[in-house]
């Protein structure tokens, strides 16, 4: 399975952007899909999960700012953001979850497929 995403760039504080990851050569709907990110000098970290079903989770620090989607019928899975700050500046990853079970995750080891990451900038 490949995942490709896209949709990062440069932004000022306060704007928006969406993010796409695209998932060919495997199965999609099947799976549960997440965002996470890393900045530079810090660890991976959480940012959104969908289940299978449609539920999400998102990470605290970008509750009421970020959204987190999927599209079955494209294979895709969505990242909107928007009322963006200088501390979302990192790379930002999608993956699929590991074996197709129900629920949301929140732990990178419960993912094995990833995509190649998109730079997100974000200036004061």
């Known amino acids: 399975v490949q995942l490709q995403a896209s949709g990062g760039g440069l932004v000022q504080a306060g704007g928006s952007l969406r993010l796409s990851c695209v998932v060919s050569?495997?199965?999609?709907?099947?799976?549960?899909m997440g965002w996470f990110r890393q900045a530079p000098g810090k660890e991976r970290e959480f940012v959104a999960s969908?289940?299978?079903?449609?539920?999400?989770t998102h990470a605290n620090s970008v509750k009421g700012r970020f959204t987190i989607s999927r599209d079955n019928a494209k294979n895709t899975l969505y990242l909107q953001m928007s009322s963006l700050k200088p501390e979302d500046t990192a790379v930002y990853y999608c993956?699929?979850?590991?074996?197709?079970?129900?629920?949301?995750?929140?732990?990178?080891?419960?993912?094995?497929?990833w995509g190649q990451g998109t730079l997100v900038t974000v200036s004061s």
């Open positions: 993956a699929r979850e590991t074996r197709g079970r129900w629920g949301t995750f929140v732990r990178p080891y419960e993912y094995d497929s």
């Open positions: 050569g495997g199965t999609f709907s099947g799976y549960a």
């Open positions: 969908i289940s299978r079903t449609l539920v999400t």
